[in-house]
C-alpha cells in the first residue's frame, strides 16, 4: 500500500477527532429524534441534547445560549450575517466596511449587496496582514451599519487585533461581526469584553464534523436585529429554518470542549513545530514569510518562494506533504491569492506560495521530513529554471 502524504492542510480542513465521534454516534442511532419534536421521549432526547451543546458553545465566547444560531457551515453564517443585518438596517445606513483579505464567504456576498445599491469599503491591510485601526476608524460614516473583520486568515494566519475593532465600533454605534472559522476554540475569544456582535463559526476547522456552523447574535447591549435569510418552519427562534441535525451539533460543542481544554497546551506544541519548520525553510535564500510572524494562529506557515513556477512546486511536494496554496474554497481557481497580493506580493511570489495547517497531528518527526523535503523540491526546481533559462 502507498505511503499517504503527511497531512498539514489544517485550515482547509481538520480530522475528526475520535472522541467527538464517539459523542456523536449515539445520536445517529439511538437518540435519532427531531428536536423539534416536543411530544415525545426521542424529541426530547434530540432537544436536551442540542440545549447542551448551545450551551458550551455559548460558554466558549462568554455569550447567552439564546445567542447561538445554528447553520450549516461558516459560509452560511457569513451570509446570515452579513445580508441579515443590511437587510434589518438599510433604512439606518447602507455602508459596510470589511477588508481586502477577508474570505470569499464575506467578500461575496458584500459584492452582492453592492449590487443592491449598497457601498462597501475594502480596507487595505500593511505588509504583515494588520489592518490600520486608525484608517479603520476614519472609514466609518454616519450611515455605517456594519464592520466585518475576520479574527484569524485562513491563508496568512493573521489575528486581527478584535478588542480594539470592537471599541472602535462600539465607539461609533455601528455593528462588529467577525468571521472566528479558523479561531475558535484557538485562541481567547470573548464577545462581550471584545464588543462583538456577530461571530461566524464552523466545526471542522477544529477537529469536529463538516456540515455545521454556527452565528453568534447579540441580544442586548444592543441587540441586533436580523432578517432571516431561511424561511420554513421557524426554526432557531426564526433567524434559520431547517431541521437541526443533532450529531453534528454535538459534535461540534464536543470539539469546541476539547479545544479549549486543550488549549494552552497545543498553542505552545504547535507554535514549537511552527517554529521548528521555518526555521529550516528558513535556512535558503529567497524565501518570504507571509503574515506576522507571531501576531498568527499557532499552527499557520504560509511561505512565498523566489524563483520556481508554483503549480511546479506543489507538484513537487504532493508525494511527501498535503498542503495547499490558499484557501480550499479557491484553490481550483488559477489566480494568484488575493490574500498574497494584499500584503503587496508580486503576482509571481503569490502564485509561487505554500499554507503549511499544522495540527494536532502531525509530530516533530514529520516536520523535519516536511522540511527535507520541501528544502530538496525547491533546490531542485531552482536548478531546472536555470538550466532552462
Known sequence: MTQRPIYLD???TTPLDERVLAAMLPYFTEHFGNPASI???????????????????ADAINATPEEIVFTSS???????????????????????????????AVLDPCDY????????????????????LTQLE??????????????ANNEIGVIQPLAEIGAICRQHQVLFHTDA??????????????????????????????????????????RVQMAPQMHGGGHERGMRSGTLYTPQIVGFAKAVELGLSEMESQTQRL??????????????????????????????????VEGVDGAALLLGLQPVVAVSSGSACTSVKVSPSHVLTALGRSELLAYASVRFGIGRQNT???IDRVAQHAIATISSLRRQASIVG
Not at 276 to 296: D, E, K, V
Request: hydrophobic share 45%.
Open 39 to 57: 411530544t415525545h421521549v426521542y424529541g426530547w432526547e434530540a432537544e436536551a441534547a442540542v440545549k447542551q451543546a448551545r450551551a458550551i458553545l
Open 364 to 366: 516533530a518527526e514529520e
Open 74 to 104: 461558516a459560509t452560511e453564517a457569513n451570509n446570515l450575517a452579513i445580508k441579515g443585518v443590511a437587510e434589518a438596517y438599510f433604512q439606518k445606513g447602507r455602508h459596510i466596511i470589511t477588508v481586502e483579505t477577508e474570505h470569499n
Open 138 to 151: 476614519k472609514a466609518i460614516r454616519p450611515d455605517t451599519i456594519l464592520v466585518s473583520v475576520m479574527a
Open 181 to 222: 472559522a479558523q479561531a475558535i476554540a484557538k485562541i481567547p475569544l470573548d464577545v462581550a469584553a471584545m464588543n462583538i456582535d456577530l461571530m461566524s463559526m464552523t466545526a471542522h476547522k477544529v477537529y469536529g464534523p463538516k456540515g455545521i456552523g454556527a452565528l453568534y447574535i447579540r441580544r442586548r447591549n444592543p
Open 10 to 12: 489544517c485550515h482547509a
Open 271 to 304: 507554535v514549537q513545530l511552527r517554529e521548528r519548520l521555518w526555521q529550516q525553510l528558513s535556512g535558503l535564500t529567497g524565501i518570504h514569510l507571509n503574515g506576522h510572524p507571531t501576531q498568527r494562529l499557532p499552527g499557520n506557515l504560509n511561505i512565498s
Open 113 to 132: 449587496l453592492r449590487s443592491l445599491g449598497f457601498e462597501v469599503t475594502f480596507l487595505p491591510v500593511q505588509s504583515d496582514g494588520l489592518i490600520d
